[in-house]
């Protein structure tokens, strides 16, 4: 069964402070890995997608990084605006339909 | 930019009731997921749809259905709302080989 576990639940971060988020993955090969961003009330928001080990992506503040067992999300001198929960997603080989496993995410606090 | 839209943001309907929740996609993807969002739970894939009239079961299908009868179009079914459906609903559509892209969500309470 596909798993994945996000680290640590909440996180709480002053504005410029940087920090890495993690999500460690169990899949019986790993087609792809999916960062989520999601605001209070809405649905969650596409950042990254990861296909292999040794792959980097970066978007303004964030860096997203993959091994084979798990995926930090970097953020870097974040700003009160990053504050969202974050979530990880898997996507196993031989999963049908596209569909993907997610972590409970990490719910990240910047204080100005 | 592709947009998914569901019907309602907000839902409280009675036990017992049938209760349809309708989520939209507008860039002709193949792949269409609900999925409900509840505390310590996470996201739980409820059914998805890869085509027109397909459907396959996700983690937690008892006590829904699903509705495809046209490719952007698919519905969500409660046939009878119990309080433990109480929950956030995700509607999300995927290309092949694309990320995600998911509705604001239809927060429905069931009473």
Redesign the interface.
């Known amino acids: 069964e596909d798993q994945v576990t996000q680290s640590p639940e909440a996180l709480r971060l002053q504005e410029g402070e940087s920090s890495s988020l993690n999500c460690s993955y169990t899949v019986s090969g790993l087609r792809g890995l999916?960062w989520?961003r999601q605001d209070p009330?809405?649905?969650?928001?596409?950042l990254f997608?990861l296909y292999s080990a040794g792959e980097e992506k970066e978007k303004e503040r964030l860096k997203a990084t993959l091994t084979k067992k798990e995926s930090f999300l970097h953020i870097t001198a974040p700003k009160p605006e990053d504050s969202a929960t974050y979530?990880c997603?898997v996507q196993a080989a031989e999963t049908?339909?596209?569909?993907?496993t997610?972590?409970?995410?990490t719910q990240l606090t910047v204080n100005p | 930019d592709v947009k998914?839209t569901q019907s309602s943001r907000y839902l409280v309907k009675r036990t017992g009731e049938k209760v349809f929740l309708e989520c939209v996609q507008d860039m002709d993807h193949e792949?269409m997921?609900w999925?409900r969002q509840d505390p310590?739970?996470?996201?739980r894939?409820i059914y998805?749809?890869?085509d027109v009239k397909m459907k396959?079961k996700?983690d937690i299908p008892e006590g829904y259905s699903v509705s495809r009868e046209k490719k952007e179009r698919f519905s969500l079914i409660l046939e009878s709302a119990s309080t433990n459906q109480t929950s956030m609903y995700?509607c999300?559509s995927?290309r092949?080989g694309g990320?995600?892209?998911?509705?604001?969500?239809t927060?429905l309470t069931v009473v």
């Open positions: 999916f989520y009330g809405k649905g969650p928001e596409f997608t979530l997603a049908s339909g596209s569909r993907l997610f972590g409970e995410g | 998914v792949n997921f999925y310590g739970l996470g996201l894939l998805f749809s890869y396959e996700g995700l999300a995927r092949q990320g995600y892209t998911f509705g604001s969500g927060r």
